[in-house]
């Protein structure tokens, strides 16, 4: 435990969860142990130098600041009247710490085993001729310095995160120093000159045993994530070569995997609130991303929290909350960026959140949401020059980087989004760590055991496909494949990889089931009946175009869409046959084929058969700054 007098003050601020660095078999070893993390955005640390005696301005500031800059775009390279057509773009968010220049804090922390600091130098919005230094005041009031590096301008893509290691110190109380050096003075018209920290965090292992609370097996925890914009051939378990996902492989290799996974929408709020409700887009009434779910609908988070789950939604995009999609009905916390998260902020909280209920009798649903991968494409270094983590890391460092693609450098392609293909990968990449990071967190409490994992994500995306850069229109494979997968509670498992047509909406009634519910009418078919021994799947998918601009129906042969009123997508029907042309670059509508008639005719029939279970939604008008930031993200 931490023991020092400043820390056990501060108990509530410290946020704990687990540290591993890496993946172990059944016997316990050292790196598994459980650890913590102690969160210095959450803990208040105590001013040892001002820029100015006497000075009454704030030296420390936590916020949740950018990964990256708050203005995406290249301004040497955008146009003046693209600027004016289109809002301002920003990167994901973390939590962060804002330093004055001129300034020196302290923590009086005890590191545990194998500590290290971790900090993203973010650098500077304002005029800084600055440097980050960091040292260790040890017992007998001896500095010595770890780390200094300049404090440079923020800029598009995140510079590396750096790693100190503090191992040495470990059971030994010592204040760890943040200090700006630079500048006191501000310029007239300019901010006070100061430097930010992103995600500074102390990381450690101890060995104390985990608590799990005696309650109801039958009832496992529950954590859907949902990915937003990941195609399904993103994922090395889906084929990707090299692969651009370790710790999702890693969890592949122990689920049923789906690999013939749809969604029922190209766009985000309809399809999450087909997952969430088992119903398709037809019948739910919702196909855009203003149009809330009536409070008459019934949630997959309302079901398990009438049966006595702890349940918590972390929304990464702010048009997914529930002001805007009405899927926060049975959450009993909800957490919402205000623009958008990078991965790390949800991933964190989402530990935070999971080590409160150690000790709880009640299972807990965490719903959470990953954004990343939709444009703007930001990823921080080195996974935006073409590396990613060699192995799983855990919550530890990363100690081999491996390249996925020719590294160095890229610019958008795509300026008015902020796109291109190989920081799309970058984005995964880096989705990739954030989510290697939890599931160790989960193992090393040993959560895996009653814990049911399910991954999917809303849709897919164009990178390009189909003559559509960065924008998830069209019903394509591109659009629709996504990846689905179950981890099943319990100890290390062999996985399946299962052939058959199913569709996101069969999540619900799968995770309904699964918690010993009854499923109530709905869509959806439980995936373990659709793809069980001898069967084979759905005969047929189905899936609606955001805003009522189109309709595909896809058997294991044969895609049919019609399209209207769309701008990426010229109106008529489309025929793919997808054994000979699986990118879908032939149309054969209009020749005469039976397989047009046959699933125009399925098409017509499912639209008509409508099983609406609760009023017509109402759509909302937006705010000015909520269309703005939609048309940032390339809607509307």
Not at 230 to 254: I, K
Not at 358 to 372: A, E, N, Q, R
């Amino acid at each position: 435990m931490l023991d020092s007098p400043a820390v056990r003050s501060a108990v509530p601020l410290i946020l704990l969860s687990l540290f591993a660095f890496g993946l172990g078999s059944c016997e316990r070893t050292p790196e598994e142990l459980p650890g913590e993390q102690v969160d210095l955005v959450q803990l208040r640390p105590e001013i040892e130098a001002r820029p100015a005696a006497g000075t009454r301005a704030r030296i420390v500031v936590p916020l949740t600041s950018y990964l990256g800059s708050e203005e995406v775009r290249d301004l040497r390279v955008v146009p003046a009247w693209q600027l004016a057509r289109n809002p301002r773009r920003t990167s994901g968010q973390v939590r962060a710490l804002q330093q004055r220049a001129a300034s020196r804090v302290r923590w009086t922390l005890e590191p545990g085993q194998e500590a290290y600091l971790s900090f993203i130098p973010l650098g500077t919005e304002a005029v800084c001729p600055c440097t980050y230094v960091v040292s260790v005041r040890e017992e007998g009031g001896r500095v010595v310095e770890l780390h200094r590096t300049p404090v440079r301008p923020v800029a598009i893509l995140a510079p590396r995160a750096v790693e100190i290691d503090l191992s040495r110190y470990a059971g030994r109380t010592i204040d760890l120093l943040f200090q700006v050096e630079g500048p006191a003075e501000r310029l007239r018209g300019r901010p006070a000159p100061s430097a930010l920290w992103g995600s500074p965090a102390m990381y450690s292992r101890k060995a104390a045993e985990t608590r799990r609370a005696e309650r109801d097996g039958s009832r496992p925890n529950i954590l859907l994530v949902g990915f937003d914009t990941l195609r399904a051939d993103a994922l090395g378990a889906w084929g990707r070569t090299p692969s651009l996902t370790p710790s999702l492989d890693g969890l592949a290799a122990e689920s049923d995997i789906w690999l013939e996974a749809y969604s029922t929408f190209n766009v985000t709020n309809p399809s999450f609130v087909s997952i969430l409700t088992g119903l398709y887009g037809k019948n739910h009434g919702i196909h855009d991303l203003r149009t809330p779910l009536p409070p008459s609908y019934t949630t997959l988070a309302e079901l398990l929290s009438g049966a006595g789950y702890d349940t918590m939604a972390l929304i990464s995009a702010s048009h997914l909350g529930n002001h805007n999609s009405g899927l926060g009905q049975g959450f009993g916390r909800i957490r919402r960026s205000t623009e958008h998260y990078a991965a790390e902020l949800p991933v964190d909280v989402a530990m935070d959140w999971i080590a409160a209920q150690t000790g709880s009798p009640k299972p807990f649903f965490v719903w959470l949401h990953l954004f990343d991968p939709h444009t703007p494409h930001t990823p921080p270094d080195p996974f935006a020059l073409g590396l990613r983590p060699a192995a799983p890391a855990g919550l530890g460092p990363v100690r081999e980087w491996a390249p996925f693609r020719d590294a160095g450098p890229r610019t958008f392609e795509e300026l008015s989004l902020g796109g291109h293909r190989d920081l799309y990968d970058g984005e995964v990449a880096y989705l990739d760590r954030q989510v290697g990071r939890l599931l160790a967190f989960l193992k090393s409490r040993g959560l895996l055991e009653d814990t049911l994992i399910a991954v999917v994500a809303d849709h897919g995306e164009n990178l390009g496909d189909h003559g559509i850069l960065y924008r998830h229109a069209g019903l394509w494979d591109t659009t629709t494949h996504v990846p689905l997968m179950i981890r099943w509670p319990g100890r290390e498992r062999e996985g399946r990889r299962i052939r058959g047509l199913v569709q996101t909406i069969d999540l619900f009634p799968t995770l309904v089931s699964a918690a010993g519910l009854e499923v109530p009418p709905q869509d959806g078919v439980d995936l373990r009946e659709l793809t069980g021994e001898g069967r084979n799947g759905r005969r047929v998918v189905f899936a609606e175009h955001s805003d009522r601009l189109g309709l595909m129906a896809r058997t294991p042969d044969h895609k049919y869409i019609l399209s209207q009123g769309n701008n990426f997508v010229p109106d008529g029907a489309y025929l793919y046959d997808l054994r000979s042309d699986p990118r879908e670059e032939r149309n054969l509508a209009g020749q005469g084929l039976p397989a047009e008639k046959r699933l125009a005719d399925l098409l017509t029939r499912w639209l008509a058969d409508r099983k609406r279970r609760g009023p017509d939604p109402k759509s909302r008008e937006l705010t000015d700054e909520e269309k703005a930031r939609l048309k940032a993200l390339g809607y509307g």
